[in-house]
């Protein structure tokens, strides 16, 4: 007998809600839809109302946690239809908040998925680290989610020399302890076992349904924007794209923890090449006609807008595809065939925002039709009570 | 490869299929194909071209007709594929045979323009909730957002 699951759509595990309706029979699941559009917000149809400049601040809103992404990536397309040319310094201040944004990003990523394992001592360790990063933007843009740093032309606020070197020391506490707690992560047999082998995507799969960032590397697809069309300052740059091959959720931790030192590096490069000079020029109100793709590596995959102008202050057409959008056909995937305690895990596994909240999962007996509602801490408990007992898989290596 | 090598190698691929090729930017390709040509020169750039990476799909309200953008990513370059079809009967072909992962984008064409996409797996709609009125399709241009009067319920008339 098959049971449907509804989850969502107020579930802030994805980061707009989004229903989850699973078929399951007994604890394996069978058959995964998703429907989105419960917090659409017609931005596309909003941005062709704004100005050039209003529409920063507006895809700044897009998300909360890569705010600097979808900004980025909208600027660097709008310089391009403006023939504008930012200054130098200008450029590697707006990409060093991108990798503080990145490590941001992935330090609470790792967090959560150490939680959703039963591993709370590990997700403490890096939320206390993402605390060390969170403040350096704070002290660069002023505020801590949305930094507001970019402007048409280059950025907002320069970085003086008492800063750059609070960065620096700040990288240097980070890479220190990233480097402890993931010596201790390796050395957790239990929680390796856990993560092994949940939530498999091939690599087959990987490519044919689209699916970018950290999920796609973790399954062996080695594309990252800032290598394969290198952006900006990202061509000046030594850094090497992470992957991983056990296309699990193990794959993608691994895959977030060798991201988090290679941003280390970018950051450190960006700080001790910065040029002087200004850091911003001004821009014209209107553009010409024209258009453009801009893409962008985001800290959950590839961004892309594409933007048309016709000769006006406003876009003519903004269009704009988030990666997590991208990742919704290859979690379909990843779900089928999983247990049903293996949800919290595979959801963080793709995006960040399960810690927002304890969540009601309603199960619904197809049979009956019966409701009982349980909250998502209990689905954890169950989760962790689950794999209490089960074996621990002897081949199961860190592969750091 | 070069930007120029890859727009040699579209010519001679897509031949007459190609109706114009464009290379407005590093590793920026637009190549416009009629209607008719979409699935094959989709197929020519999975198969030829490393694109099995298609980013999104743009719709565009331009008046009489709409354009298509199927963005596609190699590894080394971005190539956009551009089709249009007449406002009075939007039809366009489904990619979802040659990239499976484009079903999501073509859904969100399907609600958003009123374009009827031929053969997509799952017609339903992708963002727009369930009690959103038919032949409302929102990019168009001509849709303006009129904001529905307050009720309070009990309130007084």
């Known amino acids: 007998m098959s049971f449907e699951i509804p989850i969502g759509p107020q579930h802030p595990a994805l980061k707009e809600p989004i229903s989850l309706r699973m078929t399951v029979e007994g604890e394996v699941i069978t058959g995964v839809d998703i429907r989105l559009g419960y917090n659409h917000r017609g931005m596309e149809k909003l941005a062709e109302e704004k100005s050039w400049l209003q529409n920063i601040y507006v895809t700044e809103r897009i998300c909360g946690i890569c705010s600097h992404s979808h900004a980025t990536c909208y600027v660097q397309g709008v310089e391009k239809l403006m023939e504008l040319a930012p200054p130098k310094r200008g450029l590697y201040i707006r990409y060093l908040v991108s990798e503080l944004e990145r490590i941001h990003s992935h330090l609470l990523w790792l967090g959560v998925a150490g939680h959703e394992a039963g591993f709370d001592s590990f997700f403490m360790y890096t939320w206390r680290d993402r605390e060390v990063v969170m403040d350096l933007l704070e002290m660069i843009s002023g505020n801590r989610v949305h930094y507001a740093i970019n402007t048409l032309g280059g950025v907002r606020r320069d970085l003086d020399a008492g800063q750059i070197a609070k960065i620096l020391e700040g990288i240097v506490t980070l890479r220190k302890r990233s480097e402890y707690y993931f010596y201790i992560g390796a050395n957790e047999p239990s929680f390796v076992a856990r993560i092994a082998g949940v939530g498999y995507l091939s690599k087959e799969n990987a490519l044919a349904l689209c699916a970018v960032g950290p999920v796609a590397r973790a399954s062996g697809v080695a594309r990252d924007v800032r290598k394969e069309d290198p952006y900006a300052v990202y061509g000046d740059l030594d850094f090497a794209i992470a992957t991983a091959d056990s296309c699990d ?71 704009v595809r988030a990666p997590t959008l991208a990742n919704y056909p290859a979690t379909v995937e990843m779900l089928r065939k999983g247990f049903i305690a293996d949800i919290p895990l595979i ?42 007992n089960a074996p621990v898989k002897r081949n199961a290596v860190w592969p750091l | 490869m070069p930007d120029i090598e890859i727009v040699e190698n579209l010519k001679r691929d897509l031949g007459e299929k190609a109706l114009e090729l464009s290379n407005p930017d590093v590793r920026r390709i637009f190549v416009k194909v009629a209607l008719r040509d979409l699935v094959p020169a989709a197929t020519i750039l999975r198969d030829k071209y490393d694109c099995a990476y298609l980013a999104t799909i743009s719709g565009l309200d331009k008046g009489d007709v709409f354009e298509f953008i199927y963005h596609f990513a190699s590894p080394v370059a971005n190539i956009n594929l551009r089709t249009e079809c007449p406002r009075s009967e939007p039809r366009i072909a489904s990619i979802c045979a040659v990239i499976p992962g484009a079903v999501l984008y073509e859904r969100e064409l399907q609600e958003m323009f009123g374009v009827t996409v031929e053969g997509i797996p799952d017609p339903r709609r992708l963002n727009l909730p369930d009690d959103w009125p038919d032949g409302q399709f929102p990019l168009r241009k001509d849709w303006k957002h009129v904001r529905p009067e307050e009720v309070i319920p009990g309130g007084k008339p």
């Not at chain 1, 209107?286 to 961004?303: D, L, M, Q």
């Open chain 1, 249 to 319: 959720v193990l794959g993608r931790v691994v895959v977030r923890v060798k991201e988090l030192l290679e941003s280390y590096k970018i950051c450190e490069q960006i700080l001790k090449s910065l040029p002087a000079g200004d850091i911003a020029v001004k821009a014209p109100r209107k553009a010409k006609p024209g258009e453009v793709v801009s893409r962008y590596e985001a800290p959950r995959g590839e961004n892309i807008h594409y933007i048309k102008a016709n000769g006006t202050d406003k876009p003519e057409r903004l269009k």
């Open chain 1, 347 to 388: 959801f963080a596994a793709i995006d960040p925002c399960i810690c927002c909240a304890e969540r009601t999962v309603t199960l619904v007996s197809a049979g009956s039709g019966a409701e009982s509602v349980v909250r998502m801490s209990d689905l954890r408990r169950r989760a962790i009570a689950r794999h209490r």
